[in-house]
């Protein structure tokens, strides 16, 4: 079991230095220039992580918090930004292409038949990999950063899941999120495709750095775990106040509302709205995909608003049987509060129970 462990962290961590290293490669062909490659060095913290894990960790990762995840962002991200900044001075002629590729294949045809029938194995090889850059070299280049895109989201939902768990997650935890962040990758790829295709705003050097930044700025929530782990804390007299105790009880359930208000869907419509409302930038998709967006935030604010109150209800009941509330207690749905219950909430909200007001004295 420790070696599969090993092998799985090893194997992730060579797929993400692949995958980075091939988007320094398209930044060195596009910029045509070597320097570029300097992007690569990045790839050295990865590097530095592995061993790190491998000795302290045994390879299994940590608690709320994937290093390798974080550093394949880093690692990756500069690369994308390159190539979507130098986006607007590439040209993808159809023709060219197609008659380039024909060519390749010919070429491709004589060094297979010339190597069979003169040369040794290996210098075939070495020409069947010559011929197959070459081909790669004449696919567009708008083709080559939007596979670099879906494949770099990809890679991180499979990564995560080829990457050891720690102790502190289970397999059904991890199971559900992945099946999360499927959804988050499909929208993120979904924005950042469909917002910088539009014409006007490629020709706008503003707005593409600014919907660069809130791409990157999404990204960064699929190194965290804490969807779907619930914060463990143990029932001292700070967790006894009414915010820490909320916190304690609903870790994971707030946390997905904070991600879906602050880093994916609220930014995504304010960059959309902008687009609409300031630029005047229109089409069906653009319209959609707003109106989704204001259909999310509104449903996760009605969730948080179901929360909270559940959340004060829980509290009256318990305050009102005298029994201490562990803030360790997993989530679960209270009934349907009656009119009277209605009536000792709203009291709850102007004066707090005996144990509260007495911790805020002391404080």
């Known amino acids: 079991m420790e070696l599969m462990v090993l092998l799985n962290a090893l194997v992730t961590r060579l797929l993400f230095v692949l995958h980075s290293l091939i988007g320094v490669w398209r930044v060195t062909a596009v910029k045509k220039e070597p320097k570029y490659w300097l992007l690569a060095l990045l790839n050295l913290l990865l590097c530095l992580e592995t061993g790190l894990t491998l000795k302290f960790k045994q390879g299994r990762g940590y608690k709320w918090f994937s290093p390798a995840i974080f550093l394949y962002l880093i690692c990756t991200v500069p690369s994308l930004w390159l190539l979507e900044i130098h986006h607007g001075t590439q040209y993808c002629g159809n023709e060219p292409g197609a008659v380039q590729v024909n060519v390749s294949d010919q070429d491709f045809n004589q060094s297979t038949d010339s190597s069979h029938g003169s040369e040794g194995t290996d210098h075939h090889i070495i020409q069947t990999a010559k011929v197959f850059v070459n081909q790669l070299s004449t696919i567009c280049e708008t083709v080559w950063t939007l596979a670099l895109h879906q494949t770099f989201l990809l890679l991180l939902v499979v990564g995560r899941w080829l990457l050891p768990i720690g102790v502190e997650i289970t397999r059904d935890q991890l199971s559900q999120l992945l099946l999360m962040f499927v959804g988050t990758a499909a929208d993120i790829l979904e924005f950042a495709s469909e917002t910088l295709d539009i014409k006007?705003?490629?020709?706008?050097?503003?707005?593409?750095?600014?919907?660069?930044?809130?791409?990157?700025?999404?990204?960064?929530?699929?190194?965290?775990?804490?969807?779907?782990?619930?914060?463990?804390?143990?029932?001292?007299?700070?967790?006894?106040?009414i915010p820490s105790l909320l916190l304690c009880r609903y870790s994971a359930e707030l946390w997905n509302i904070g991600v879906s208000l602050f880093i994916q869907d609220g930014p995504f419509f304010i960059v959309r709205s902008i687009l609409m409302g300031h630029f005047r930038i229109f089409n069906q998709m653009l319209v959609f995909?707003?109106?989704?967006?204001?259909?999310?935030?509104?449903?996760?604010?009605?969730?948080?608003?179901?929360?909270?109150?559940?959340?004060?209800?829980?509290i009256l009941q318990k305050s009102r049987k005298e029994v201490s509330c562990c803030p360790c207690e997993p989530y679960e749905a209270s009934t349907h509060a009656t009119a009277d219950q209605d009536n000792e909430m709203r009291e709850f909200v102007a004066f707090p129970p005996k144990e509260e007001s007495q911790a805020l004295s002391e404080d």
Do not use: E
């Not at 909270?308 to 209800?313: C, H, I």
């Open 289 to 314: 995909f707003t109106a989704k967006n204001i259909l999310v935030v509104t449903l996760q604010l009605y969730r948080l608003a179901v929360i909270t109150l559940d959340f004060r209800a829980t």
């Open 200 to 241: 006007d705003v490629r020709n706008n050097y503003a707005l593409i750095n600014a919907i660069l930044a809130v791409w990157t700025w999404s990204m960064l929530q699929f190194p965290l775990d804490l969807a779907v782990q619930h914060i463990g804390c143990k029932p001292t007299a700070s967790t006894r106040r």
